[in-house]
């Protein structure tokens, strides 16, 4: 093992207090255990997907609708820039359109109730105080959102 050899010579210049050398290697031994079990469960964590927080921002697609033309498009995660990828959370969520090449594509969602996409007024305004209200069904998707985490929480 690397480790030993590495503390051979100390161990030997210090013939007279060997059994603080070897105490001394009893410990490195040990927190090189506890960095490779670490580096094990951060490869772990990574491979399942790292930190919800991150999964939550970086969605695997997007979609976008365009208030100039009007169309609506979903870009996957391998063909987003970097603006799409990360966008500002403080800056409206506007990307150059895909189909007509104006920066007026907002980034759409989802209604969680009736399932059509639409842009959220907070797509335009990040600090708007208003309700996000489905334009579709009239869900008030805020309540809606709220409702269902006190529910999971039981
Ligand atoms: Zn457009
Ligand atoms: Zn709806």
């Not at 506007?94 to 759409?108: I, L, S």
């Not at 334009?135 to 409702?147: G, H, I, L, Q, S």
């Amino acid at each position: 093992m690397y480790l030993k050899t590495a503390l051979r010579p100390a161990r030997a210049s210090r013939e007279s207090n060997r059994r603080g050398a070897i105490n001394m290697e009893y410990v490195f031994g040990g927190a090189l255990a506890v960095l490779i079990l670490a580096a094990v469960v951060f490869a772990v964590w990574v491979a399942m997907g790292g930190s919800k927080e991150e999964e939550r921002h970086v969605l695997k697609a997007k979609t976008y609708i365009c208030d100039v033309c009007g169309k609506q498009y979903t870009v996957n995660l391998e063909e987003m820039t970097d603006a799409e990828r990360r966008p500002a959370p403080t800056a409206p969520k506007v990307a150059t359109c895909r189909k007509c090449g104006k920066k007026a594509a907002y980034q759409a969602l989802p209604c969680p109730e009736c399932g059509k996409v639409y842009v959220p007024l907070r797509a335009r305004d990040p600090f708007t105080q208003e309700p996000d209200i489905c334009p579709f069904c009239e869900t008030n998707v805020d309540a809606y959102k709220r409702k269902k985490r006190a529910e999971a929480r039981g």
